[in-house]
């Protein structure tokens, strides 16, 4: 591990939700550096245990990571959930000229609130101390961090304005296929760019989202790169590693055609569009898809699928790992991702992936998987006929994408961080 014991700053974490699995705080506090994580709504023991039916989704909002360190977590559970109520009643009710974006804001508003109130009565902050924080949930405590010279960085977690222009042009391109149109107040993203300004400096996950970042008018200097990290986890403890090249059902016959699994949101940000065109162009080849996410797409969409296609709706973390081990290749035909944190999942689980450029660098063409241009069904397709053709391909990219899952770690992702805040100095 790369953090120092001595003269360490105090770091301070602050995000809505279980981001990243809480992946930045936890590295933090495995190397002495964490003080505080504050998050809206941290999941103790007996709240694990009873959270059921539409509730169980709370239950993931821990990390057994801080399970002997729970006074280093600090989170508001009753008005989180008072936020959450106002959010899904006036915001995304489809109340008039309010949506959901609009409930972003105003949950980002309150918890940003709340973590400067406390903030402010903290005996332990210094100059050295830096606040990082998740965009959108975090303005109001940088304005007050400002005042002090205290270190800031925001975590940027979308190419923001580039992300919602490419959807757009694919709601032109793709007419009657989204739910509903994407309408973004430009009060989000005016609130996005105050936290930039405030920032020392703008983590973003991917060269991706960086290049969409400098056309937003990021100055170069303030934007650093932090891939994400993925270790597979229960509550007791690491789950084992499947040895190479045996975590996946590496037979193609008849009777059990090439899976491929799509896990995400099916929107068209994600590129399902482009997914089912090339599914319909191999029919009539030995190959299967399982789309597996909330559906974000029409009826009508969903009706165009070809039969090699089935939709299987939302899914738990829970039960992720299932559509993993019955899946040979794992697809992410994204538009736009600031990461897309299911290729590291897919790969710890032995499947190559096919991805494109529009997310985190993970891939590797050609040796884990493969790279295809966006929007391009036809790419799409023909690498799926190269696996039919060369099945030896999912033996040998299989055991590559095992130890490439294994390379992107706490470990690293402390390195990245010690490196952040170096720059800071």
Known sequence: MSFHQKNNPVWICSQIGAREHF??????????KLATLYTDFWAGRIIRKLTVGRLRPLAARFHPDFNRQSSVVHSWNGRALGWEFLRRRKFAGGQPGQNSYHGYIEVGRRFARCVREDLK???????????LAYDTGAL????????YNFKCVLNQ??????????VRVEEKQWPGWAL???QVPEEYFVRREREWSLADRVVVNSEFS???????????EKLFVIPLCYEAETECGKLPVP???KSVNLQISAASPLRVLFLGQVILRKGIQYLLAAARQLERENIHFDVVGPIGISQKAISSAPGNVTFHGRTGRDQATAWYQRSQVFVLPTLSDGFAITQLEAMAHGLPVVSTPNCGEVVSDGVDGFIVPPRDAEALAQTFRRYLAQPELLRSQSAAALVKA????????????????????
């Open 210 to 220: 960086r290049q969409a970042l400098l056309q937003q008018g990021v100055p170069p």
């Open 23 to 32: 992946a930045i705080p936890r590295a933090l506090r495995r190397g002495g």
């Open 180 to 182: 509903q149109p994407i």
């Open 121 to 131: 009565r903290r005996p332990d902050l210094n100059p050295d101390s830096i606040f």
């Open 243 to 245: 040895a190479a090249g």
């Open 157 to 166: 977690m979308d190419p923001n304005r580039v992300e919602v222009e490419l």
């Open 140 to 147: 109001e405590t940088l304005e007050w961090c400002r005042k």
């Open 406 to 425: 294994s390379q992107f770690t706490l470990d690293r992702l402390a390195d990245n961080l010690t490196r952040l805040e170096a720059s800071l100095r």
